[in-house]
């Protein structure tokens, strides 16, 4: 696949527009006089705004360093990164990105190699890292970013709720099971949802459950021949079950309903299930967050023809290639993602706020077994059952469980998540939704048919 020109033609469009300073040369939001300052792009999460509030120890074991966060929304952070690291515009010195862009973005010669700075870091240890998030963040064998936080999915409800219904969670349920003791505890009159599932248009939001589904039904986006499938009888039926489930029993306003809203609306009492990543765990089990600590099961991603559907994913640092000083820049992604780090957000934080999903160590400690102790196994086991290069029924062109690996799924994923939440949202048909997105997914295949 001829990567390099393929991405520059999806983000040289709009660069300059998504970028705040413009296409301005290197260092337009860098330069500090006193030592070197790092401009750090982050993603606005929960983990993130600790690692913000921790930042100063970094900073008074390395005086010679000053740190500048650029903390963005999902959707605005991947724009501007995006534009930023594809044109070399040198904005950030350290980007949040993910397994969608790490590998295809260290092929086009993007980013700075890691495998040399982690290997000589005493102690970094990356045999410790979970081997389906390692493998993922790395590019011919060497990693090109190191994990965060990492996360699969999974099925997280409300045990005294089904108690009290007399209702029992299957060890591992099937999607038509779900749905049914959805419809039991749907309660809308009295402040209760059956289930959370985000709407919220986005190739990152709504599409991220949607796709797993859509896997598990035996939908694909495209065939071996890169002919696009989102008309096909699997992919229509799984659209239109999880367009439906949604409607009837997710909550008021799905459409415009995010992870943000779920995790809220969840960790309020407000809802009966919610299908979500595994990182929920961090806020739903927190008791500055969350009315229902303790009150929670979890069991693994729904089925229908597969053995297993949970995604796979990872927010990641990285230093890109424009990076001015790419040392100093590993030295405090060392410092964020190494095992101390993670011990030292659960002795200023509570164990339930460490970064999950990264490092195998992590699930070793017996401070975070005790708090884990509901979700620490199905966490680890999510994370081991996944396989980005066979998550479908049938064989297909790209790798990817909740997303489509090519550069243009940014786009095209972005334009069909806005026709499901349209569907969501009442104001066309799934059939209309489908046949409009067909025709954008026609268009990617047969680019890509071209260079064959």
Not at 104 to 129: F, I, K, R, S
Not at 159 to 173: I, N, S, Y
Not at 363 to 376: I, K, M, S, W
Not at 406 to 433: C, H, K, M, N, Y
Request: one cysteine or more; glycine letters at 8%; aromatic letters at 10%.
């Amino acid at each position: 696949m001829a990567a390099v020109h393929r991405i520059r033609a999806v983000v040289g469009m709009s660069a300059c527009a998504a970028l705040a300073a413009g296409c301005a040369g290197a260092g337009a939001l860098g330069g500090g006089s006193d030592g070197t300052q790092l401009v750090v792009a982050i993603v606005a999460n929960p983990q993130m705004e600790d690692a913000i509030e921790l930042s100063d120890r970094f900073e008074e074991e390395n005086p010679d360093i000053d740190l500048k966060f650029v903390s963005l929304p999902e959707n605005e952070a991947r724009a501007k990164i995006t534009a930023s690291v594809a044109t070399g515009g040198g904005e950030f010195d350290v980007v949040m990105i993910s397994n969608f862009e790490t590998p295809q973005w260290a092929e086009n010669d993007w980013l700075v190699n890691l495998q040399p700075l982690v290997d000589q870091t005493d102690g970094y240890d990356p045999d410790d890292l979970i081997p389906s998030i390692r493998d993922a963040l790395s590019y011919e064998g060497d990693l090109y970013s190191v994990p965060f936080y990492g996360e699969s999915s999974f099925l997280v409800y409300r045990k005294d709720l089904f108690e009290q219904a007399g209702l029992t969670m299957p060890e591992q349920p099937t999607w038509d099971e779900v749905r049914e003791l959805a419809k039991e505890l749907h309660d809308p009159e009295n402040g209760m949802t059956g289930i959370c599932l985000r709407g919220l248009p986005g190739w990152g939001e709504n599409l991220a459950p949607m796709n797993t589904v859509v896997n598990t039904f035996g939908g694909r986006w495209f065939d071996e021949d890169w002919n696009a499938q989102l008309e096909s009888p699997k992919f229509k039926e799984a659209t239109k079950f999880y367009v439906d489930m949604v409607r009837d029993y997710g909550i008021s306003g799905a459409a415009a309903a995010g992870y943000g809203e779920c995790i809220t609306r969840y960790s309020q009492g407000q809802a009966a299930m919610w299908y979500d990543a595994t990182a929920m765990v961090s806020t739903v089990e927190s008791p500055d967050d969350s009315l229902v600590v303790g009150k929670n099961g979890y069991v693994p991603a729904p089925v229908k023809e597969t053995d297993a559907s949970g995604w796979l994913y990872s927010w990641s640092l990285a230093i890109p290639k424009s990076a001015d000083d790419p040392e100093a820049s590993w030295k405090f992604m060392d410092w964020v993602t190494n095992k101390d780090y993670i011990k030292l957000v659960g002795e200023e934080f509570g164990w339930e706020r460490v970064p999950p999903g990264s490092r195998l160590s992590t699930y070793e400690l017996p401070e975070y077994r005790e708090v884990a102790e509901a979700y620490a196994d199905p966490t680890l086991e999510a994370l081991s059952s996944v396989d980005q290069s066979d998550a479908t029924v049938d064989p297909v062109p790209y790798t990817g469980i909740q997303f489509v690996g090519i550069p243009e799924f940014q786009d095209l994923g972005t334009r069909v998540a806005q026709q499901i939440s349209a569907a969501i949202a009442g104001q066309i048909s799934v059939d209309e939704a489908l046949a409009q997105s067909q025709r954008y997914a026609r268009s990617v295949g047969e680019s890509y048919q071209e260079d064959e």
